[in-house]
């Protein structure tokens, strides 16, 4: 890994915020990329150690302890930026799903220069509910529309990521109000990105 930290934005948010939407559109954007554990997870070759050390794990329905975690994080940067996908003297690395616990935040703080931490926030729960119940009918998942599960997936957002989250401030923490249409709340992510990245970068199309 280089020794230079990584000029990153942390995204947060509450299953249903609509955080993984958000963090693949500004993702799209110029001096942006977008890195999203879920999906490097899902991505990982099966015939790896990494690959097959996830695989027994995730079969038996366990997490990921963060050791595993870290280590499949590194692999994935060290290779975007051996392919050209990731250039950090030039790019935010937009950070979705690390970290998820203290320890995770840790352990990358020797990585990562955090600039910016957009937490997508729904003050009304009950409305949030009503979302992503319609959400799983919609998509034919009747099994993720039980309102027990759903709340009790809030419950443990709340008990992993508030932690997390207290290690920051403002104006380093900003809060985004995830109710709004997809265009409005990324809207209210640009207001909050497009100074810091003229700020940080003064040519990120060079």
Not at 56 to 79: A, K, M, N, Q, Y
Not at 95 to 113: F, K, N, T, W, Y
């Amino acid at each position: 890994m280089p020794t230079d930290r990584f000029i990153s934005i942390l995204l947060f948010g509450v299953p249903g915020s609509g955080k993984g939407t958000q963090g693949a559109l500004l993702g799209r954007i110029p001096g942006f990329v977008h890195v999203a554990m879920g999906d490097v997870f899902r991505a990982l070759d099966r015939g790896s150690e990494l690959g097959r050390r996830f695989l027994e794990l995730s079969s038996r329905g366990e997490l990921v302890p963060d050791e595993l975690t870290l280590r499949i994080w590194r692999d994935h940067i060290e290779r975007m930026i051996a392919n050209g996908c990731y250039a950090p003297s030039r790019q935010f690395l937009l950070l979705d799903g690390i970290p998820r616990s203290v320890a995770q935040a840790d352990a990358i703080e020797a990585h990562v220069d955090v600039r910016l931490v957009l937490h997508l926030v729904c003050r009304d729960l009950d409305q949030m509910v009503d979302r992503m119940r319609k959400r799983a009918l919609l998509q034919k998942r009747p099994d993720d529309a039980d309102e027990l599960v759903i709340r009790r997936r809030f419950e443990i957002y709340a008990a992993t990521s508030e932690p997390v989250l207290r290690r920051y401030k403002a104006p380093v923490l900003r809060s985004i109000d995830a109710m709004g249409t997809p265009a409005r709340v990324l809207l209210s992510i640009l207001e909050a990105v497009a100074p810091l990245q003229e700020k940080t970068f003064a040519n990120p199309l060079d």
